[in-house]
């Protein structure tokens, strides 16, 4: 059987498999012998490791004949299942230890052998002398089953067998299946052919297979074919196109025979003179006549200038309708010349422009309102390039119109505003409309304020197509904000300066205040102990006159100790922060009252307390107001056989008072100003003890819980004290 | 006499047989002469093997470096007393290098003899003076070694003792430890090990 | 143990010195006084340094009358210096004083002061004072056990 005949598809087989098969059996080959080459070297390497193990620990067995022990090391060997055997031997060559030890003596070789390994059948013998340090102390010998490894070793010999079986089987089935790639396409491709030149039709195309050579071939057959379909198809489309475009731009079409003077339209200029086809008769003078007078001999001179020069025709003209409407219409056309250069016909097309001119003289009164305009107006496109400037915008930045257009936004916009123009910029560009403070740059480079409004520019479908930028000079208002600015920053350093001097003025206070405490009573104390002790030391022999004077000179003493206590607790509620804690104010009333108990003892006085609301207020504070005004009340009702004390709530206005009445000795109201001042007393010192200061003290309190107090009273029916405290409402 | 007269008459192959029982006879007397006088200065086997582990310890034992006079001083193996090891341990012993050191044999009539050595055998004659000579050794890194009864007991390192017809050995580790000796867990792997403390036993 | 000092009285106002003398021996408690008349001499007794070195931690005095505004060391220096030793953070002290300044009773009871006392104008008042100080702490209240001074 000569090769070269066999027909294609048969090749392509024996190919496929003959390959193949050389290729499967060169792998298994290599590899299974790889893998018995491995497996002799691992089981090996484990084989002398065990062995090294197992001599190293034997060499005390050997060195001092402990066959025990030696047995004991061996026996070590149960867990490695492949060692079959294992003997040591002494230096005289007799047997010290054997594993398995109930194995007879006789199956161990009879002498050790020489040093090293021996594959037998199924098993490796390995003798290994046994060193201690450069010693020699004796010889251990191990044999190994390899029966079960070899045992695997066939197994996988026989799935290598199987696994290369299957593949040919696979490879034949493949090489079956490939070869159709091959030998259908061409098939097919005769067969497209074929039916091209039969039908001449150019659509149908040949299937094609894969992106081979052979797919490469099919595609530019399709090709070729799609080439000649596309030209046949597209002479008949340009046709139809331009038909197509001259209805969709309402352009009417116009032939004028230069020689016979004819000129034709088609139906749509019929349209646009607003007449009937017919009605024209194809002279060039009753096309003249439909026109607007004025516009007549400017018409027919472009025409004749255009055949003249061999210029193109552009006329625009108005055309009177049948209904009396004028129309704007714009011509355009070329004329076509012989070969002596005479024109011959002059072909053109006509549209209608009237709402176009009717847009632009909307336009142009557009522009003039932004050309008068004070403010910059700027129109920019979605680049930012300048596209209008007007005169305000030459006025504000120095810049002309002509200058100004096509540059960049950037040519008024100083370097460290960059961004935030782009940032607006990009806002207005998702429709929104800007309004920001900012500062631009003139021509000549000096800086000034402006507020500007960025809106977007629509086209008539709402696309944002540009930004107008109409900005306002604003450098008076900004100026003076910065005056006001400073101004404040002025003011505030002046506060921040005046509190400075008052805390230093404070801290002085307070240092003069301690020192007062403790150095101005001292004497005081010294006074009265150094009085006493001389009133005690003269005893029976000192006058009732002299007695009176030591006795007026600690009266005395006592009154300045108590001025200065007064005084002391006067400056300490001027400077302390007050700590506001919730106080029932009932509770306060109690306790002063018990504690005010001593003074009033001995006499009537009839209690009479409200119930009064609890707040948020200094209590210890707020103690010292009840103090106060309640020892006032008991001592000013004194000269009472039968004294009433009130404590109650009152409504004044929006605010709730508190409020102490007594029936006491009261006083003019004329004096009612003087009463909280310090030292201001309206009563004599031999009628009414006291230092004139407690009243102070009590409105210097209510100051600090940001309430007021006044007085009614009246000579010699009695007064009462109102105060009111910050957060106290009638209930 | 009877028998060569004879011989004359007898044929040639009496003769060799004659010959050959003379050449028997003159073996054995020979081995028997030779055995004689060998007994005379030989060692008991017993003693033979233990001259082997007298050496084979020297393989077991770490001693401290400042036993040794120089890097290359010789680990002496020491005799006190009688010698029941003969030309043997001198035998077995002879060219032989051990960690890089040679050995030697030397033979002590008393302690005070004693000055450089690394291993030393206590023979039987000392018996009576086991508690004495330890005593001198302590704390030297010296590896006593002896077959007397209860020598481990008086604080002595190995003592070689009979079982099974077998030699074996037992060690007193503490005492080991005090002499600064490092002894081979293999060693131990093959050995007893007792305790000088009583209390252990 | 009997001629331990029972009250250290630190005072540098002679006339304050005396009166509050002439109080305590008119209450009997006129024995064993010990005076400091200032911050350091006070401080030199208590931690027994300076001439004091023959006294011991063990015997302190069963309570110290401080006046506060002292020249040298002034009083709260005084009460901090006792109140952070641990030898002599047990030694009562009573801080005596004309004013009630706030801020000097604040620091007072923080530093651990056992009595903060005002001195009435009254003398005949004072009097009754020391009366009842001496008799609080000589005669009715536990002095500190040994242990409480190491």
Redesign the interface.
Known sequence: MNLRNVPIKRKLVYVIMLTSTVVLLLTSGTLITYELFTFHRTILQNAATIAQIIAANSTSALSFDNEKVGAEILSKLEAEPSIVMACLYKKDGSKLARYPSEQPRSDFPAKPGTEGHRFEKNALQIFLPVREGDAWQGTLFLKLDLTPMYSRVVLYGGIVGGVMIGALLIALALSNWLQKGISEPILELAETAKSVSVNKNYLVRARKYGTDELGSFTDSFNHMLMQIHDRDAALRQSEERLRLTLEASETGTWDWDVQTGFLEWDDFLYKLFGRKRGDFDGRFETFLGYLHPEDRAAVSRLANRALAEKTDFVAEYRVLWPDKSYHYLASRGNALYDERGKAVRLLGVTLDVTEAKEAAEGLSLLAAIVSSSDDAIVGKDLFGTIVSWNVGAERMFGYTAEEAIGSKSTLIVPQDRYDEEVQALQRVQQGKIEHFETRRVRKDGSFFFVSITFSPIRNAEGATIGVSANSRDISDRIRAEEEIRTLNAELEERVIQRTAELAATNQELEAFTYSVSHDLRAPLRHIDAFAQLLEDELKETISSGNRRYIERIRRGVQNMGQLVDDLLNLSRVGRVEIARDETDLNSVVEEVVADLKPEYESREINWSIEALPSLKCDPGLIKQVFINLLSNAVKYTRTRPKAVIEIGQKRVGRELAIFIRDNGVGFNMKYADKLFGVFQRLHRAEDFEGTGVGLATVQRIIQLHEGRIWVEAELDKGATFYFTLKGMHPL | MVVLKQSNRLDLRQLQITILYWRILMVVLLWMGFGATARAQETAPEYK?KAV?LY?FV??VNWPSNAFVEARSPIVIGILGNDPFGKTLNETVEG????NRKLEIRYFKSVNEIKDCHVLFVGASEKDRVRSILAAMKERSILTVSDIDNFTLQGGIIRFFTADN????RINLEAAKTANLGI?S??L???VVVSTDPSLQ | MNNAIEILLVEDNPDDLELALFALKKNNFANRIHVARDGEEALDFLFCRNGHDGRSFENPPRVVLLDLKLPKVDGLEVLRAIKQDPRTKAVPVVVMTSSKQQRDMVEGYQLGVNSYIQKPIDFAEFREIIGQLGYYWLVINQAPPPDAFK
């Open positions: 093997i582990y084979n393989q077991y032989e290098v051990v960690k077998k030699i074996r050995l081979s293999k060693l792997q093959v050995a």
